[in-house]
């Protein structure tokens, strides 16, 4: 097992100063620094509006698990499950969004916290089959995992499969509402620091998080009202005011009349020429790589559709606030 380390950095002033008039030269705005408060009252909490997004969506089409978010991880090596069974305890303790399940109190979905409780790793043995059956067995559990039940829980499920005395794959799987890819990796981390330290015997002690998802989601809601929010509203009616282009790209097959969420992924390796070329041109023009790689697909975009106007979405971590940066919680936009 193997963490990821991040870096954050503060902006000097007179960085700050030029960034405070560039996004005011493009009309945007950014919330204070002040530190987001915890919640004054315990019980139900309200939901973030990225929370009441996928809410609405399994109303609308109760038992669809196209928001499930699913991790695998190798393990070598020998394995103590009673130091995995703890350290995962313990990151489920320290996140209250990890034993979040969600009901409805007077018309309104609220955010309901449940009390933490040891976990109890579920256990699949496929040292009995051989290598394809094995590998065949894990691929059917990553595609076969069931949908949630957002009012019922937990929206949080751990699958051991054990492939030899040391060879096991830790499998994910969370709904979307309480998670992120970002989560993923707060999660990982923190369970590799545990493990490591009750696999020596050693007591571990994380630092302690300054707020909780459901502190978020209340200062969110409070913050995001009024001029605020019509300051919000009126940017984006101006980006997406008038008759949007539809993207008339051609296809294969007919569209089905219902969506099935039946999809795939390719990935390829670009040639070490190619990646330093991209490199140096971002360098020269002063843009990010992403930048480049996203004008070229609308590039490509153009040469099979013809259309000028594209519009592109793309995710963005979304967490602007230093006390975000260590949560499990379902931020990005």
Not at 40 to 55: V, Y
Not at 58 to 87: C, I, K
Not at 193 to 204: D, K, P
């Amino acid at each position: 097992m193997s963490s990821t380390a991040k870096e954050t950095f503060e902006l000097s002033g007179k960085r700050r100063a030029l960034l405070d008039a560039l996004l005011k030269e493009q009309g945007i705005s950014y919330p204070t620094a002040e530190r987001i408060p915890r919640r004054a009252e315990s019980g139900p909490a309200p939901l973030s509006f990225a929370q009441r997004r996928l809410w609405f969506f399994d109303q609308f089409e109760p038992g669809n698990p196209a928001y499930n978010l699913v991790s695998t991880v190798l393990l070598q090596g020998q394995l103590d499950t009673v130091a995995l069974e703890r350290s995962f305890s313990e990151v489920i303790r320290r996140h209250e969004a990890l034993r979040t399940t969600f009901d409805v109190k007077e018309g309104e979905p609220v955010q309901i916290i449940a009390p933490p409780k040891p976990l109890r790793l579920q256990v699949v043995d496929v040292t009995h089959l051989s290598e394809a059956e094995r590998e065949s067995t894990v691929q059917d559990l990553i595609k076969q995992q069931p949908s949630f039940d957002l009012k019922r829980g937990p929206l949080l499920r751990i699958t051991l499969v054990r492939l030899g005395d040391r060879e096991h794959v830790l499998l994910l799987a969370m709904h979307h509402i309480v998670s992120d890819a970002w989560s993923m990796g707060v999660l990982i981390g923190e369970v590799v620091t545990l493990y490591e330290g009750y696999a020596a015997g050693r007591e571990v002690t994380l630092p302690a998080l300054p707020i909780q998802y459901a502190d978020f989601a209340a200062w969110q809601r409070q913050w995001l009202q009024g001029d605020v929010l019509e300051e919000q509203f009126e940017y984006w009616r101006q980006k997406l005011g008038g008759s949007l282009p539809i993207l008339e790209l051609p296809a294969d097959r007919p569209r089905p009349a219902l969506q099935t969420y039946n999809g795939s992924s390719l990935s390829f390796p670009l040639s070490r020429e190619l990646s330093q070329s991209l490199k140096s041109l971002c360098k020269a023009e002063g843009v990010t790589l992403f930048m480049t790689l996203l004008a070229v697909f609308k590039v490509l975009l153009y040469r099979y559709t013809g259309q000028e106007d594209l519009i592109v979405g793309s995710p963005i971590a979304n967490r602007h606030r230093h006390e975000l940066e260590s949560l499990v919680g379902f931020f990005v936009n």
